[in-house]
């Protein structure tokens, strides 16, 4: 089994920054495409961004493109999302996901492996 573990979440103030990581465990980890998703209550888990096994590729949903960057450290088995400028509507759990592939999907029943979610909330 992979374990995937999120961190970084927190309170932020609109138009604040805030980076979040996902570490994962075993040597296979640069092997894992990766993908961010959130999921706010009573609504859909919804893509967010997501990186290649080489991390040559990102890929990011129209919400978050230009304000979100994704890049992993496969050294250190770690993937992450540094979001700027972050609005109220950014508010959700943020999980990580990983997938045995090197391509990435957006779509969330195509990952194997996700982590707890980390809240973030950005107030106003």
């Known amino acids: 089994q992979v374990q995937v573990v999120e961190s970084g979440g927190g309170l932020v103030q609109a138009g604040g920054p805030l980076r979040l990581s996902c570490a994962a465990s075993g040597r296979t980890f640069s092997s894992m495409a990766m993908g961010w998703f959130r999921q706010a209550p009573g609504k859909e888990r919804e893509f967010v961004a997501a990186i290649t096994w080489s991390g040559s590729s990102t890929y990011y949903a129209d919400s978050v493109k230009g304000r979100f960057t994704i890049s992993r450290d496969n050294a250190k088995n770690t993937v992450y999302l540094q979001m700027n400028s972050l609005k109220p509507e950014d508010t959700a759990v943020y999980y990580c996901?990983?997938?045995?592939?090197?391509?990435?999907?957006?779509?969330?029943?195509?990952?194997?492996?996700w982590g707890q979610g980390t809240q973030v909330t950005v107030s106003s």
């Open positions: 996901a990983a997938r045995w592939s090197s391509v990435v999907s957006t779509r969330p029943y195509e990952y194997e492996y």
